[in-house]
Every structure is written in C-alpha cells, then in structure tokens.
C-alpha cells in the first residue's frame, strides 16, 4: 500500500510487476491511479485488493509503460476500507454462531426501503454494507465466499 501511495503522489505512470511467492501480479498506472490490474485469473478490483494483502514481495516498475485496458474501478483505499467492513461483519456472524459452512439464507425477501427500516437501528456496521451482504443470501454461500 505505501508503494502505491508515493506512486500517486508522484503520478507515475506505468507497469508494476509485484511477485510474492509464487505469484506475479502486473499493476498498470496512469498518472499514479492503478487502471488495470492482473493476478492469474484474477482481474480488475479483485486482483489489485489481493495484491494490498500481500505482506511482503518484490517489484519491478517500468516506467511510462501504459496499456489501453481499464479494469479496475476502485481505488486501493476504498478496496480496503470495503474489506475492512466485510470482515467486521464477518466477526459478528461468527460472534452470532455462523461457521464457514454455514448457509445464508433469507428468511423473506424485503424491498429495499423497509430493510433500511428494519436495519439501521441496530446495525453493527454501515447499512450499505450490510444489505450487499443481505443480497446474497441464496441458501448456497458461505461465509467463506467473502474472506
């Protein structure tokens, strides 16, 4: 993360290749802002936010090396800061008896106004974060599927 905020605050542009591991991910800048970011099958938001777990590697950057695809929408702060809120509320799930192979599943389908309705009182989090979580209750996923 510190790499990618003094590329910003230098507006680099360019290609990072960040290995850790066995992985190898290419990050492309234009003017400092990650646009595309690559990690196996990986692309776009998910690549670049598995990139920011990453406790320790290596990179290499060319510079003003640019590409013309764009597959990445959020920057590093509003991935993380996304993240964070997901895995507080996986803490509460498991707080509340959830366990990795539990199932999600909504008890009745609500509209969106009287969820916020019912929610926001008591929310352990933002109410954003809670009714995307809310969307995915379909009686297949898992916990895990957010980690």
């Not at 993360?1 to 990050?27: I, P, Y």
């Not at 776009?44 to 695809?69: E, H, I, K, P, Y």
């Not at 803490?91 to 990795?100: D, P, V």
């Not at 969106?112 to 996923?141: I, Q």
Request: charged share 25%.
């Amino acid at each position: 993360m510190q790499l990618l905020q003094l590329l910003k605050s230098e507006q680099v542009t360019g290609r990072l290749r960040v290995d850790a591991g066995d992985d190898c991910a290419v990050l492309y800048l234009r003017d400092g802002t990650v646009v595309q970011a690559l990690l196996g099958e990986s692309t776009g938001d998910d690549a670049l936010l598995q990139v920011l777990q990453w406790t320790d590697g290596q990179f290499a950057l060319t510079a003003g090396m640019r590409t013309s695809g764009v597959n990445v929408d959020s920057s590093p702060e509003e991935l993380l800061s996304h993240q964070n809120k997901i895995n507080v509320l996986l803490e509460y799930l498991s707080a509340a008896g959830m366990t990795a192979d539990s199932t999600l599943c909504a008890p009745k389908m609500v509209s969106e106004d009287d969820f916020y309705r019912m929610v926001t009182p008591k929310a352990p989090v933002e109410v954003d974060a809670l009714a995307e979580l809310y969307m995915t209750f379909d009686g297949r996923t898992t916990p895990d599927r957010f980690r």
